[in-house]
């Protein structure tokens, strides 16, 4: 069982910057998948970024690539989004996932952490 906790979230201006992080508890994340996904108001949960913990190979959605980073602390079992030049359609609450399978794609999960809102201002 892991356990997931999404921190950093918050009200940023457009063009602004936030990081998000997700310490994980319960066991080491070797051999996992990290996710990030979000949902807006009103629209389905969408894939937003992963990363295979052992070899820190990462995927995005095209609708934040080159503005999203996803990396990993091992020492910390902690996972991050950085999220730099963001838009008012980033708004959404952010979820952190974990995937013991290593599925390909990185699509599905087995542990979600409760999510952190982040809210971009025009």
């Known amino acids: 069982q892991v356990q997931l906790v999404e921190s950093g979230g918050g009200l940023v201006q457009a063009g602004g910057s936030l990081r998000l992080s997700c310490a994980a508890s319960g066991r080491t994340l070797s051999g996992y998948t990290m996710g990030w996904f979000r949902q807006a108001p009103g629209k389905e949960r969408e894939f937003v970024a992963a990363i295979r913990w052992n070899t820190r190979s990462t995927f995005y959605a095209d609708s934040i690539k080159g503005r999203f980073t996803i990396s990993r602390d091992n020492a910390k079992n902690t996972v991050y989004l950085q999220m730099n030049s963001l838009k008012p359609e980033d708004t959404a609450v952010y979820y952190c996932?974990?995937?013991?399978?290593?599925?390909?794609?990185?699509?599905?999960?087995?542990?979600w952490g409760q999510g952190t809102q982040v809210t971009v201002s025009a």
């Open positions: 996932a974990a995937d013991r399978l290593m599925r390909n794609p990185p699509l599905r999960y087995d542990y």
